[in-house]
């Protein structure tokens, strides 16, 4: 990609088997919403079996990764995080391959970095709009949710979500360390390291197509530990960072 001396927002989507969706995940993502930004998308194909790295070459992924093999969902993350800080993102946006988050609201959650009022942002299902979740994964959610808030004493909304900014020091920092999954121990981290989190209304509708890896026992059995383990680590806290002129502004305009 032609360099315009813009800064650098990269899209990346950790992807296994979801040829039914990636393309449209793809074509949905905004590639001109802000003057001062390039958007580039890359894809993580967590050794996927079917043409899922194939369609995202199509559809206009900017550099498709692969794994000769399945690692999982955290390692795929952890993967996305580093090829963002290795192509010079200044801020990185991961969204799920499933085309249940809606990649048109990109810019919202990216806005908060953007605006240096946050270093880490979700797009919010809950305090958005949910279509189609079943009983027992809103369920799910809502505990596993709880379960960070009471660790971090911070209420947090959607602590499962698929859609998540990160500016470039959050990048840098982020450790996930187990490869089954990355969003508990991922956020348990950066906000022990003192990133500040903001979380963003989206709309959330689940797939039509495929199906998601996550089985509810393998998923506790693999997820708490790792929360254990996380919290048992000491985290080096950052300094804090000097407010924006933007945050500056609108901190004076709520006075």
């Known amino acids: 990609m032609k360099s315009t001396g ?4 990269i899209v990346f989507i950790p992807a296994h088997n979801e040829v039914g969706n990636i393309e449209t995940v793809i074509k949905r993502v905004p590639r001109k919403f802000h003057p001062d930004y390039d958007v580039l998308v890359i894809v993580i194909d967590d050794g996927s079996t079917d043409r899922t790295a ?7 992924a900017d550099y498709v990764y692969s794994f000769a093999a399945n690692r999982g969902l955290g390692a795929a993350v952890r993967e996305g995080l580093a090829r963002c800080c290795l192509l010079g993102a200044d801020i990185g946006l991961m969204i799920d391959a499933d085309n249940e988050y809606p990649p048109e609201q990109i810019p919202d959650v990216a806005a908060p970095i953007m605006n240096g009022l946050a270093d880490y942002t979700f797009g919010s299902r809950f305090k958005g709009s949910i279509a189609g979740m079943r009983v027992h994964r809103r369920l799910g959610n809502y505990l596993f949710t709880l379960l960070q808030s009471i660790l971090l004493r911070k209420w947090i909304y959607d602590g ?5 900014g990160f500016s470039r020091e959050a990048m840098e920092s982020a450790e996930i360390i187990h490869d089954y999954n990355y969003a508990q ?6 906000l022990r390291k003192g990133f500040r989190l903001q979380e ?13 890896f996550i089985k509810f026992r393998q998923y506790v059995t693999s997820v708490l530990p790792a929360i254990y383990q996380e919290m ?4 080096l806290r950052r ?7 933007h945050a500056q502004e609108t901190s004076v305009s709520q006075a």
């Not at 813009?6 to 927002?9: D, G, V």
């Not at 499962?160 to 998540?164: A, E, F, H, I, L």
């Not at 048992?232 to 985290?235: D, S």
């Not at 300094?239 to 002129?245: G, H, V, W």
């Open 6 to 9: 813009n800064k650098k927002l």
């Open 54 to 60: 194939e369609a995202a070459k199509e559809a206009g």
């Open 232 to 235: 048992k680590r000491p985290a």
């Open 160 to 164: 499962q979500s698929g859609m998540r």
């Open 185 to 190: 121990v991922l956020t348990l981290n950066l």
């Open 200 to 212: 963003v209304p989206i709309a959330y509708k689940v797939r039509t197509q495929g199906q998601s």
């Open 239 to 245: 300094a804090s960072p000097a407010p924006s002129r």
